[in-house]
């Protein structure tokens, strides 16, 4: 890969697909993603699944919280397209071939669970992926057993805040970038950018050069991306319009 901005597919393709389901992010696999963002939480029977809400009721047609139910009875319910809520071991099989970066997102913000790092980590260096895992969390807590755990992991905070002094808080915490939510100017940090749906947003973070963008339509992000790098600003202006 070069220096480009990387497109990373936000659940999958949700522009198309139900969040998180293991069809999206085959799509985007098969169509040149750079990077798959997803989710974890842990069953009540502690198996890892891939699934953003603590609750179920948006995404499935079930109802109740994710740790509520054991793994098997978590299965019973299903995404709009009729796959079940994926575990995390399909997910890793699904990219096990992957080239691309994957961003597993500790979902631990509202609820810590207990374990849950190690049990990801292990799971993660069993696959033998192809690409180290980024570890991102808007809990610090979590990212700190993950370091704990695994020293040289590559872990990332999540925020929908500025960061103040955003270069010594990475040193402090031993991080390897910044997820955030707004731009803000951080030298010599990589800053990835989350949701980034609008055509006109993805113009300006390509071209300013932030590390990655993370979207609901990856595909209309490669097309932004293909107009500012050959500068064909015709076609990038009728792209981001709207």
Same mark, same amino acid.
């Given at each position: 890969?070069?220096?480009?901005?990387?497109?990373?597919?936000?659940?999958?393709?949700?522009?198309?697909? &139900?969040?998180? @389901?293991?069809?999206?992010?085959?799509?985007?696999?098969?169509? +040149?993603?750079?990077? =798959? %963002? !997803?989710?974890?939480?842990?069953?009540?029977?502690?198996?890892?699944?891939?699934?953003?809400?603590?609750?179920?009721?948006?995404?499935?047609?079930?109802?109740?919280?994710?740790?509520?139910?054991?793994?098997?009875?978590?299965?019973?319910?299903?995404?709009?397209?009729?796959?079940?809520? &994926?575990?995390? @071991?399909?997910?890793?099989?699904?990219?096990?071939?992957?080239? +691309?970066?994957?961003? =597993? %997102? !500790?979902?631990?913000?509202?609820?810590?669970?207990?374990?849950?790092?190690?049990?990801?980590?292990?799971?993660?260096?069993?696959?033998?992926?192809?690409?180290?895992?980024?570890?991102?969390?808007?809990?610090?807590?979590?990212?700190?057993?993950?370091?704990?755990?695994?020293?040289?992991?590559?872990?990332?905070?999540?925020?929908?805040?500025?960061?103040?002094?955003?270069?010594?808080?990475?040193?402090? %915490?031993?991080?390897?970038?910044?997820?955030?939510?707004?731009?803000?100017?951080?030298?010599?940090?990589?800053?990835?950018?989350?949701?980034?749906?609008?055509?006109?947003?993805?113009?300006?973070?390509?071209?300013?050069?932030?590390?990655?963008?993370?979207?609901?339509?990856?595909?209309?992000?490669?097309?932004?991306?293909?107009?500012?790098?050959?500068?064909?600003?015709?076609?990038?202006?009728?792209?981001?319009?709207?």
């Amino acid at each position: 890969m070069n220096n480009k901005t990387l497109i990373f597919g936000h659940r999958g393709f949700p522009a198309r697909f &139900p969040e998180n @389901s293991l069809a999206g992010f085959e799509y985007a696999i098969d169509h +040149g993603i750079d990077g =798959l %963002e !997803f989710d974890v939480h842990l069953t009540k029977d502690g198996v890892p699944v891939v699934i953003h809400d603590e609750k179920i009721n948006r995404t499935t047609n079930g109802k109740g919280r994710v740790f509520d139910y054991d793994f098997q009875d978590l299965r019973k319910f299903k995404l709009a397209n009729g796959e079940p809520i &994926p575990s995390l @071991s399909e997910f890793l099989s699904l990219v096990q071939n992957f080239d +691309g970066l994957l961003n =597993l %997102e !500790f979902k631990t913000n509202k609820i810590h669970y207990p374990n849950i790092e190690p049990k990801v980590l292990a799971m993660v260096r069993a696959a033998n992926l192809k690409r180290d895992v980024i570890y991102s969390s808007f809990n610090i807590d979590s990212l700190r057993i993950a370091r704990q755990i695994a020293a040289a992991g590559n872990y990332c905070f999540l925020s929908d805040h500025r960061i103040q002094n955003p270069g010594e808080f990475v040193i402090t %915490e031993g991080l390897s970038g910044l997820h955030l939510h707004h731009y803000q100017p951080v030298s010599g940090v990589k800053e990835r950018i989350w949701t980034v749906d609008d055509g006109r947003k993805m113009a300006t973070l390509f071209s300013k050069g932030v590390a990655g963008l993370i979207t609901d339509d990856f595909e209309k992000a490669q097309q932004v991306r293909h107009f500012v790098q050959t500068g064909d600003l015709h076609k990038s202006s009728t792209m981001t319009a709207g």
